[in-house]
């Protein structure tokens, strides 16, 4: 079953399409016009080019998307043949499920438009980060503290001395 209100009998189930690169949006579009119940959860990213800073929607999990079916009653072959979908994940020529509570715990993080909210834990004193958005795009630093639910205290080099600076941690990745 794949939205709460449906029947307990429904026998609908999450399954894994793979995307073409970077064109997962797309993908799902295509597959909401022809009637299917799509999930693809994406986040904000800051795109730097050409000295202009942008933020945009990029996949949670680029390259893939979440598709329910009942395998018994929906025909499924038409999505391999999809714009922006390359084929379904399968097992002995079958679509592979994906684990029970997955997308229901990935739905319950994120809002309408199927922006996630943070999911990852918690950055770790004396991690070494790499900043992703920001005056201070792409350099490292090093975690000092927390500093509050969204906000990490780091520790930048520069200039040969170590400046503290509070930065989203949306804007931070593993160094």
């Known amino acids: ?15 894994v399409a793979s995307t073409k690169s970077g064109r997962e949006l797309e993908a799902r579009g295509n597959l909401l016009r022809q009637g299917y119940e799509v999930f693809l959860p994406v986040q904000r990213r800051t795109v730097r080019h050409a000295r202009r800073q942008t933020e945009k929607l990029v996949a949670y999990f680029p390259g893939y998307l979440f598709i329910c079916l009942d395998l018994q009653r929906e025909r499924w072959r038409p999505i391999e043949s999809t714009a922006g979908v390359l ?22 993080r994120a809002d ?6 943070d999911l990852g834990g918690s950055f770790q004193p004396g991690q070494t980060v790499r900043i992703t958005g920001g005056p201070f795009l792409e350099q490292l630093a090093v975690v000092d503290r927390m500093s509050g639910e969204h906000r990490v205290r780091v520790l930048l080099s520069l200039m040969g001395q170590e400046l503290p ?11």
């Open 1 to 15: 079953m794949c939205r709460v209100w449906q029947m307990a009998d429904d026998d609908r189930r999450w399954y």
């Open 87 to 108: 084929r379904m994940i399968k097992a002995r020529a079958a679509p592979l499920p994906a684990p029970v509570g997955l997308v229901e715990h990935l739905q319950s």
């Open 112 to 117: 309408d438009e199927g922006i996630l909210a």
């Open 165 to 175: 600076v509070e930065i989203d941690r949306r804007h931070l990745e593993e160094g």
